[in-house]
């Protein structure tokens, strides 16, 4: 294997993180001591630890919607907890919460909350990054049904026109919110559009084995560090609903179990082979499991003492604004 041991233990740590932070927010919800739209990326861990153990310090990530895993990896838990409560010690002053939180100084930048533009504003940072020389390189990601939206096209097309540094993902999990990809997806490997583009595509396919995904990021970075774009599509399988509280009454039930088998725990089939590879035992698994919940609960109980965010501070013009006077005059 490629990968060091420290390497694996960081991948395996990335994927607990997000698995447990959003099995938290299940049981803080269902306790009723949470309110709120989450997007839980149970089931689809290996996307956000394969890309966020890639990057190197100068890289930024746009994260998926669902991709807990590599926000909590990049950024401080505590505040990002925080964020998702409304609370003003959060990263946007609690007004941000899931879909607009950020921090380019951790490399994450802003989620696109209006799907369809998110490619558009990576491929503009990584046009900045390309001319400011910094080095980086710039991993955006979009789910199945984003990918749909026109607006990623036109940056697809600056990209290879421009020659930028970028990895275009595209998050497969079968289904955009209720509806299946058979119904809004004219081809099965969405990887295949890079040829519309000049660019290579692959698809990682199950993306439930983190090691997979990992070298396919892997080459797509060092691509993009030459000014080579790429796509990588990661068939992954999404366990829980579009939102937590949502039913799924809309699945095919057949069809599901048969995607459930074939992609597995993505967690439980890393174990396997760290167990096999003697890289961890069982016992030091057990003891990373408990401080990684010891640290979510802290990060949970500490952003229900914090101060809710205000009306004042929503309407605060400084958090959209550089120069708020101007606005106003
Ligand atoms: C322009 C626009 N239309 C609708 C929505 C509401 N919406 C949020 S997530 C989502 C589904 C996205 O599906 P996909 O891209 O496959 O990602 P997944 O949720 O499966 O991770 C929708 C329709 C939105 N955010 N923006």
Known sequence: LEYSNI?????????????????????????????????????QEATGAAIASALGPNDIMMPGHRMHTAILHKMDMKKYTSELM???DGYSRGVGAEFHCFSLEEGIFPIYSLLGGGFS??????????????????????????FQAGGNYEALNMAKIYNLPIVFVIENNFIAMTTPVELHSSVQNLS??????????VTIDPGTDVLKVREAVDAAIEKAR??????IEVKTYRVEGHYFGDVREYVDQQKEAERSSFYGDPIERFEK????????????AS?????????IDEAFENAYTQ?????????????????????LA
């Open 287 to 295: 003891e990373i499991k408990d401080r990684i919940q010891a640290q």
């Open 273 to 284: 082979v760290l167990f096999e590879q003697n890289v961890l035992t069982e016992r030091q």
């Open 7 to 43: 390497e694996m233990i960081t991948m395996y740590e990335i994927m607990l993180k997000g698995r447990y932070y959003d099995q938290t927010i299940v049981r803080e919800s269902n306790k009723g001591k949470l309110t709120g739209m989450f997007h839980l990326g149970i089931g």
């Open 226 to 231: 030459n000014f080579e774009p790429s796509i």
């Open 192 to 201: 295949s559009r890079a040829a519309a583009f000049g660019m290579t595509g």
């Open 307 to 327: 101060k809710n965010t205000t009306m004042d501070d929503v309407l605060d013009l400084r958090l959209t604004y550089a120069n708020p006077e101007e606005v």
């Open 86 to 88: 409304g609370k003003v």
């Open 121 to 146: 504003h990576a491929a503009g940072y990584a046009l900045a990054m390309k001319r400011k020389k910094t080095g980086g390189v710039m991993v955006a990601v979009v789910g199945d049904g984003g």
